[in-house]
């Protein structure tokens, strides 16, 4: 259904058409790029005297699907759709993942994988019929390789004489430097960028809480990786004796030079760069996979809101497998995952059961990054990190779509201390709120000192009112929970608001501690 559209997407259109209907857009994942894009081709098409054909590219099947069911929904709420279902259906066609209807369709939704060898030529053959063309690049930072740009090569072949062409680029991360140079030259200039300071302050976006969560290796896992590390810094020093550079170099660059020296015709340089690479890549798998990540999650799940919708997003298959099969003990037939070993159908059975809500948790590994719409899911949990600030971009966005009935959303992020794991999952955000953890795997709890310290004092005066044996428990039960969330420092008219809508027992008896806590002296 057509919605009304935000202030942001407004004064983007606005530019987009004082740049002749070409450019860019940067805008935070969850904040409306599609909707801005639908009421781009809508208010296009109302200034062209002929019919617009519009070409979607998308980075997947299942974004392909997400865009045909956004298109059905927007068109069938225009006015001027008045012959049926069977008609609006025939106007759409769907090119990859096993779809190949036919190309002569208004409205043509490519994965990027089909588009690549087809439709440049076709973009450029319905321009010279006199047929204005709209190409929506969605996720527009993944054409940027020389293949993907295939779907340009139209572009030097137009001549004046051919019907217009414009062109619309979306992403929440568009690349920089000579990347984002040469997209800019293919779709036109970035025309806005809405990132998610400005979402969070417009409440385009749902509020969000972010708790780190510091973890600790095993003994024998701190010993393996001290021992690496050792042998890389040795490989490292003799690197830098004979390359200097490599010391004014950031990390990314540092990578860079180093597997370039993999090829030096010295074999000794090569072999030492050879060495250290594959010791980094040894080193971020025992990172990655660390014993406590799957302990943390584990108990981190059993005590979040046993309503609420759970994606957790991982970097190893093993790792999702191995959580999946813990967590399916603690709740069958409420966990799915989601990764490249499973299948395209298997993945989007999964999905979808996570989407009409059989599913409660889902793991997935990287394919939940793009082009994913599920504006129910109100927890993430990162059960290991990237050091990409795009893909954790995406990932926060995941979460934070706004959605009815979702007033908070909560995003955990679990780090090995005292590793070359990034602390912070952005720190360069300053939007949300950040909590400080810690998760000690041989005693399986959290610690939280400032809501810890405020626990410890409701439970002393409860001791020393008396309350009964069974009560405690139920008290001490209630302040575990609260240990991973921020309920406790809620206003006490959100509190109460709560409270009175809880729907069992134990629920109830958790706000009511989280009052009590709020009405501790001197907090």
């Not at 409306?32 to 081709?41: E, F, R, S, Y």
């Not at 973890?215 to 701190?222: A, P, V």
């Not at 997935?364 to 129910?376: F, L, R, Y």
């Amino acid at each position: 259904m057509k919605n009304s559209l935000y202030t942001w997407q407004e004064e983007c259109l606005d530019r987009w058409f004082q740049n002749q209907c070409r450019g860019m857009v940067q805008a935070v994942t969850g904040s409306g790029k599609t909707m801005l894009a639908l009421n781009a081709i809508e208010r296009l098409e109302k200034n062209l005297p002929q019919e617009l054909h519009v070409k979607i590219v998308v980075p997947s099947g299942a974004l392909m699907h997400q865009w045909s069911h956004a298109i059905k929904d927007f068109l069938s709420d225009c006015s001027k759709v008045l012959q049926g279902p069977d008609s609006l259906h025939h106007r759409i066609g769907l090119r990859g993942a096993g779809c190949r209807t036919p190309v002569n369709r208004q409205y043509m939704i490519y994965v990027i994988n089909s588009a690549r060898y087809e439709l440049a030529r076709q973009i450029l053959s319905e321009l010279r019929s006199g047929i204005p063309v709209l190409l929506i690049a969605d996720e527009c930072h993944r054409y940027e390789s020389e293949q993907n740009q295939l779907i340009f090569e139209f572009l030097p072949h137009l001549k004046p004489s051919d019907a217009p062409f414009f062109s619309l680029g979306m992403s929440a991360t568009l690349p920089s430097g000579q990347a984002g140079e040469g997209l800019a030259s293919l779709l036109g200039p970035e025309i806005y960028c809405y990132g998610i300071k400005k979402a969070a302050a417009m409440h385009t976006v749902c509020p969000c809480d972010i708790f780190h969560i510091s973890l600790s290796f095993q003994k024998s896992e701190q010993i393996k990786y001290d021992e690496i590390t050792e042998q890389m810094l040795s490989l490292y020093r003799s690197l830098v004796n004979s390359y200097p550079i490599l010391k004014s170099s950031n990390r990314k660059e540092r990578f860079e030079l180093i597997s370039a020296l993999t090829k030096e015709p010295d074999k000794k340089t090569a072999k030492a760069a050879s060495s250290y690479l594959k010791l980094s890549y040894i080193r971020k798998t025992l990172v990655c996979l660390a014993s406590g990540r799957i302990s943390c999650a584990f108990e981190l799940v059993r005590r979040l809101p046993e309503n609420e919708k759970i994606l957790i997003f991982g970097e190893r298959i093993s790792q999702a497998d191995e959580l999946c099969r813990l967590l399916q003990k603690q709740y069958p037939e409420k966990v799915g995952r989601c990764h490249s070993q499973m299948g395209r159908t298997a993945n989007q059975n999964t999905l979808n059961r996570f989407r009409d809500g059989s599913l409660r948790i889902l793991i997935a590994c990287k394919s939940m990054d793009e082009g994913v719409n599920i504006p129910e899911t109100s927890i993430g949990i990162v059960l290991s990190g990237t050091s990409m600030q795009r893909q954790r971009t995406q990932r926060l966005g995941r979460i934070i779509r706004n959605a009815e009935n979702k007033e908070r959303a909560a995003l955990y992020y679990l780090h090995l201390a005292e590793t070359t794991e990034d602390r912070c999952f952005l720190p360069d955000g300053g939007v949300y709120p950040v909590y400080e953890l810690e998760y000690l795997a041989n005693k399986q709890i959290f610690v939280n000192p400032a809501y810890d310290k405020n626990a410890a004092q409701l439970l002393e005066t409860m001791i020393s009112d008396g309350i009964d044996e069974e009560r405690l428990q139920e008290v001490r039960r209630c302040l575990q929970l609260g240990s991973v969330r921020s309920d406790w420092l809620l206003s006490e008219k959100e509190l109460e608001q709560r409270l009175h809508s809880c729907s069992s027992v134990s629920e109830k008896n958790y706000w009511i501690c989280m009052k009590l806590i709020k009405a501790l002296p001197h907090r």
